[in-house]
């Protein structure tokens, strides 16, 4: 009824067809006389206007259609057969009308049936009496004989009374006329007045008295001490099943005991939270605003514990929880007075670090629930293994539905799993592990051990898999217990062992399953809860007493009576069926842990675990479907990879065969040095060509030597052999051919003027060009090692799995040479190197078709600095890119060093064999020649230099001819330019003279040949054609051109 009634309040305010109605709903009137209809006389209210919304004046006209049809005429204004009569507001009140406003209020007289109004007051008057009145079939309204009046409304705070009791008249509210009177419980007297009124003002007309303890008082009996419980019966955790017999149990025992609490008596008011937190806020509020005053609350599960805990501080309320185990409730700043007998679920934890250690495992994964008392479960559990140097390697959540969670435990690899959800989710993600196959010998499952025993045997539509299915999934996991059942044969404060409690409480289930009972693992925990307080309270007694005061004393705002209790529960220590009863400094219960393992269907006790000594107790019969306890991962065998030795052997022996070779070339250029031809090829150069190719070969050895070989600690001096062995080969072989090379085109290439005075050879520039280059690598390579040594580097490959056992995986590893910043390095030497082989190729090409004698193989070092650029440059990058592969970058690298030193020494030495051989050029010619002396040579050198001048002094004749020919050539135009402006101007003097004159005179001195020319024939010629054209003879500026002279006329010119 009231909800309805709220419902066409809250549907007037808003106004009809969604219109938010703006401003008041309701109008008063306060001259107003008061009779049994509360009908006022003519009203001085201003009219107000309805709300301008096309839907409120839509209700508006067929409300006044309907009033208009009806039969006013024929109504009476106290019963009516067509409605009801309009009544008026009580004064300082108004009425909520549906849909009429003020003028139509004031037209119409009748309303219709089963119409209601509603009373409303003004300020903080309150309605005495009716508040909504119902319009009857019958024309009157309902309850007329009952005054609706708006009254001023007393304090409430003189309506309770402490420690007494306070009864009202008439019943209701306080308000004006209202008497209360007082009295005080037994054991109290009361101080001040024992009645009051409340007057017109709102106030009550005598002060609120008190109750006082008469410390004269004997109680003819036992005084009651309350506990407000919260036991699920049902819900998410049933546990009040078995618990709240459990702790009935334990009161009934209290109250028989006379050592206990003689003088009181423990009564427990409980109702059914239904493990709702919702649900527990409205049964909390009914146990704080109800009589009697509850001493301490008894609440179950941990999210109704955390909303009772955080409240009860308001109240000075001691709360005492049997069936909570979030970790969330320890925080003693957020829940001050709770104390818990279930232990946290952050107990399981040491529990789990221990076993992990047990087995070896330094991996882990977990999948949760999203709840809180899972999450703080999880994160203290991640504090503890990095303790231990254990990795959480995988970490999923899910809140309904674990199918993508599982998924990824698969996909990542999980072995070692800690399972963290309530029972009805177990069943969901084992049904999703039987589909992923994420069960057998390589995985093993940690859950809670609370669940019932055939959990997933339990049939649950939510879950599509068959109980068969389920056994399966779940064989062989552990659980973690906390011990609710003390394992030892003893009596504690109860007088009754563990064994006896399970035959009483059986007995008292009437016979129940056990398995199909909620809470029937937890029903220790309750009753040693209760026996918790019960003895708290005892020790309570004498202290409150030596203060003068009781507990009964006890009310919400007694601080005292609270500090004693919390005092008291803190230092708690007895003997209970669930074990050893002891609180920590956070409120909760310290206890054992119980480790079982699912073993063909049934849970067997493999261990027990003492947190607080660390100290694990262990069976030994633990059974594994495999060998033993399984890996923690995938067991990965480290495996490097080495280079074949076939290959190795194969490249030693064409490097060895090189090295023999480059020692017979080197021989031979030193045994045949003084030679002649020998000499013209410079052989100190060949000398370091020969010892540069040997270092490079030699340099293959330590390229292929790696840890097969040697130690790792041993490598890096390998490293440094490889890269002197390449870098001082590389410099001695091409520097010394790139000089070579160089001096050539610098000879050669150069102007006239400059080659004279650079054709003199002096060896020592030779020897020192190649000096720089070789001084240029070494302090690079002094510099790269003391910067930024080398150092051997493992490179990891993907991981590959043998063909037998899947649970192993094969790692592959190789080592490499390398430094901090290897590439920079390998960058500015390839840079370097890269373009002195450029340089090389290009010189090579511009000297190919100049010959010396001075250098007299420098063809055959052009053709081998061909090959070793071509094969540089295409091996290095190469090797760069086929690093990881250790056989194709070895082959690669050491077929191009074999194949450029080879091609450099056949190239450069194997010529010179030859021609000796052929031409017996051999040593003992040569020390013939010596023996007569340096005569020949000397005369040789004396030859070549008078040759030399002259053929300066032709050069010289020549140049002077040619200056003399360009003087006559220069007369011979003038005079023909002369010749033609003397020409006769008409045709027929032209003609004659055509036929007269053949030829000009001309002098003869004109024609006389140049000095040092022979004389001409006798025979007059014509200039030939050769002759007169002066392109063809001679250059523009003049001088004579070699390539154009006749040859004749040089013949002449040098006669």
């Known amino acids: 009824m009231g909800k309805e009634r709220k419902e066409r309040k809250e549907s007037r305010e808003r106004g009809e067809g969604g219109q938010k109605l703006h401003g008041g709903a309701m109008h008063f009137c306060t001259e107003c006389s008061h009779g049994a209809f509360s009908q006022c006389l ?6 107000i206007q309805p709300p301008d919304a096309s839907r409120g004046k839509m209700v508006a006209l067929v409300l006044l259609f309907f009033f208009a049809a009806w039969p006013l005429l024929s109504a009476s204004a106290h019963n009516t057969s067509a409605g009801c009569a309009i009544i008026r507001p009580p004064r300082d009140g108004g009425i909520r009308y549906r849909g009429l406003t003020q003028e139509q209020i004031r037209s119409v007289q009748v309303v219709p049936v089963d119409y209601e109004i509603e009373y409303i007051c003004r300020g903080n008057r309150v309605i005495a009496g009716p508040k909504v009145r119902k319009c009857l079939p019958t024309g009157t309204w309902t309850d007329l004989d009952q005054q609706s009046r708006c009254l001023l409304l007393c304090p409430r705070v003189w309506t309770s009374l402490e420690n007494g009791r306070v009864s009202s008249w008439p019943p209701g509210l306080p308000v004006e006329a209202t008497v209360l009177r007082y009295s005080c419980l037994p054991g109290f007297i009361l101080m001040g007045p024992n009645s009051t009124q409340c007057n017109k003002l709102g106030k009550w007309d005598t002060p609120k008295p008190v109750c006082h303890y008469d410390r004269h008082f004997k109680a003819p009996g036992k005084k009651k001490l309350y506990i407000g419980a919260l036991f699920p019966m049902s819900g998410g955790w049933p546990g009040g099943q078995a618990c709240l017999p459990a702790a009935k149990m334990a009161l009934a025992l209290v109250n028989q005991r006379s050592d206990i609490l003689p003088d009181y008596e423990l009564e427990l008011i409980h109702y059914d939270s239904m493990c709702d937190p919702g649900e527990a806020t409205k049964l909390l509020y009914d146990l704080l605003y109800t009589e009697p005053i509850k001493i301490v609350l008894m609440p179950g599960c941990s999210s109704v514990s955390t909303l009772v805990a955080e409240a009860a501080r308001m109240w000075n309320l001691i709360v005492l929880s049997y069936g909570s185990s979030s970790p969330a409730l320890s925080n003693r700043q957020r829940f001050p007075t709770f104390f818990r007998t279930h232990p946290s679920a952050t107990l399981h934890n040491p529990t789990r670090v221990q076993l992990f250690q047990k087995w070896k495992w330094t991996k882990i994964a977990t999948i949760q629930q999203t709840t809180e008392v899972f999450t703080s479960t999880l994160d203290d559990l991640e504090e503890r293994v990095k303790e231990a140097a254990i990795e959480i390697s995988v970490r999923q ?12 435990l698969k996909r990542q690899d999980a072995r070692i799993i800690v399972g963290l959800f309530y029972e009805t989710e177990a069943r969901k993600v084992f049904c999703e592990v039987y589909k992923e196959k994420l069960y057998g010998k390589k995985y093993v499952w940690f859950l809670i051990g609370w669940y019932s025993d055939n959990w997933f045997k339990i049939n649950d539509p939510a879950v599509n898999c068959t109980v068969e299915q389920m056994t399966e999934a779940v064989e062989g996991h552990v659980t973690t217990e906390i011990v609710m059942l003390n394992p030892e044969t003893v009596r504690g404060a109860s007088n009754l062992t563990s064994q006896e409690f399970l035959e009483q409480l059986t007995s008292k289930l009437g016979g129940k399953n056990s398995e199909e009972t909620g809470g029937f693992q937890e029903a220790p925990l309750a009753y040693d809860a209760v026996w918790a307080l019960a003895l708290a309270l005892n020790k309570t007694v004498g202290p409150l007493k030596a203060k003068g005061r009781r507990l009964e004393d006890f009310n919400y705002n007694n601080r005292d009576v609270t500090a004693e209790i919390y005092r008291a529960l803190n230092t708690s220590s007895f003997e209970g069926v669930s074990g050893h009863v002891i609180f920590d400094a956070q409120g909760s219960r310290m206890a054992w842990t119980l480790i079982e393992q699912l073993q063909g269907g049934s849970y067997k006790k493999i261990g027990y675990y003492d947190s607080t000594k660390g100290n694990l107790s262990w069976y030994g019969n633990d059974k594994w479907i495999g060998s033993g306890p399984p890996a923690d991962q995938t067991m990965v065998i480290e495996e490097f990879r080495y280079l074949s030795q076939k290959l190795f052997v194969s490249m030693s022996v064409f490097s060895s065969v090189g090295i023999l070779l480059g020692i017979i070339c080197l021989t031979f250029n030193i045994y045949n040095s003084s030679v002649r031809y020998i000499q013209n090829s410079q052989p100190y150069l060949n000398n370091m060509t020969a010892v540069g190719c040997m270092m490079a070969l030699a340099a293959i050895f330590p390229l292929g030597i790696d840890g097969l070989h040697v130690r790792r600690k041993h490598f890096p001096v390998v490293c440094q052999f490889r890269l002197w062995l390449l870098g001082l080969g590389f410099s001695l072989a091409y520097g010394s051919m790139f000089t070579k090379i160089w001096w050539v085109h610098t000879v050669f290439t150069k102007k006239d003027e400059k080659k004279e005075k650079k054709k003199h050879l002096e060896p020592w520039k030779l020897y020192a060009t190649v000096g720089v280059l070789l001084a240029v690598d070494f302090f690079s390579l002094v510099i790269w090692q003391i910067v930024d040594p080398l150092h051997i580097t493992v490179e990891k490959f993907t ?20 430094s901090e910043k290897m590439n920079t390095w390998l960058g500015v030497v390839y840079g370097y190197k890269g373009l002195l082989l450029l340089l090389g190729i290009f010189l090579a090409y511009e000297t190919k078709s100049v010959s010396t004698e001075k250098i007299n193989d420098h063809r055959a070092v052009g053709m081998a600095i061909y090959n070793v650029a071509v094969l540089c440059l295409i091996t290095a990058p190469v090797t760069m890119i086929l690093s990881s592969q250790q056989d194709a970058s070895f082959a690669f690298a050491s077929l191009a060093i074999v194949f450029s030193v080879y091609i450099t020494l056949v190239v450069l030495f194997v010529p010179k064999m030859r021609r000796l051989i052929t031409r017996g050029e051999w040593q003992s010619d040569a ?50 330019a002369l010749r033609s402006r003397r020409r006769p101007s008409t045709v027929s003097n032209q003609n004659n003279s055509a036929g007269q004159v053949g030829m000009p005179a001309t002098d003869p ?51």
């Open 397 to 408: 959540s899910f809140l309904t539905d674990p199918a993508v969670a599982v998924k990824n």
């Open 799 to 818: 991981r590959e799995a043998p063909k037998g056992d899947l649970d192993v995986l094969i790692q592959p590893l190789l080592e490499h040479c390398t």
């Open 1005 to 1055: 001195r004109s024609l006389a040949p140049p000095p040092g020319y022979p004389a001409p024939a006798p025979d007059l010629h014509a200039v030939p054609p050769s002759f007169g054209n002066s392109s063809s003879l001679y250059r523009p500026d003049g001088k004579t051109g070699r390539n154009n002279c006749h040859a004749s006329r040089l013949q002449m010119l040098y006669k």
């Open 927 to 976: 020390q013939e020649t010596m023996k007569t002396g340096s005569s020949m040579n000397n005369n040789d050198e004396e030859k070549s230099r008078q040759l030399e001048r002259e053929n300066k002094e032709l050069q010289k004749i020549i140049q002077e001819k040619e200056e003399r020919v360009s003087e006559l050539r220069n007369q011979l135009s003038e005079r023909q």
């Open 42 to 47: 003519e009203s001085a209210c201003s009219l």
